[in-house]
């Protein structure tokens, strides 16, 4: 709840207070695409994300690329030996909803 709220300032914010000051960001991408992004990715977990992003968007805090780290943690990471390699890759294509691209994919629709 507090998430999607958080959400919602995010888009107001892009779409009411965003257009009338000059495009000044010193980071790509921008600090609300990264609150968006860090807030779908991490939850909860991507506020401490959004604000240490705010608290460095100033004239001696840096600039640059700074991407959302991943959320790794939710990775599952199982051994697989040559046998169950040779089974998977008859399976076809696997689909998932925690995965980087997949979590990118959704969030562009």
Do not use: E
Not at 31 to 42: D, E, F, M, P
């Amino acid at each position: 709840m507090l998430v999607k709220f958080l959400l919602l300032v995010i888009k107001f914010y892009q779409k009411a207070i965003s257009p009338l000051a000059p495009a000044r960001c010193r980071f790509y991408p921008t600090c609300s695409v990264y609150g968006i992004h860090a807030l779908k990715w991490h939850g909860v977990r991507g506020i401490p994300l959004v604000i240490r992003r705010i608290f460095r968007c100033q004239p001696w805090g840096g600039s640059g690329v700074d991407f959302v780290p991943l959320p790794l943690a939710r990775y599952r990471y199982v051994h697989c030996d040559d046998t169950a390699l040779v089974r998977f890759a008859n399976m076809g294509v696997y689909k998932d909803r925690t995965s980087y691209l997949a979590v990118r994919n959704q969030m562009m629709k």
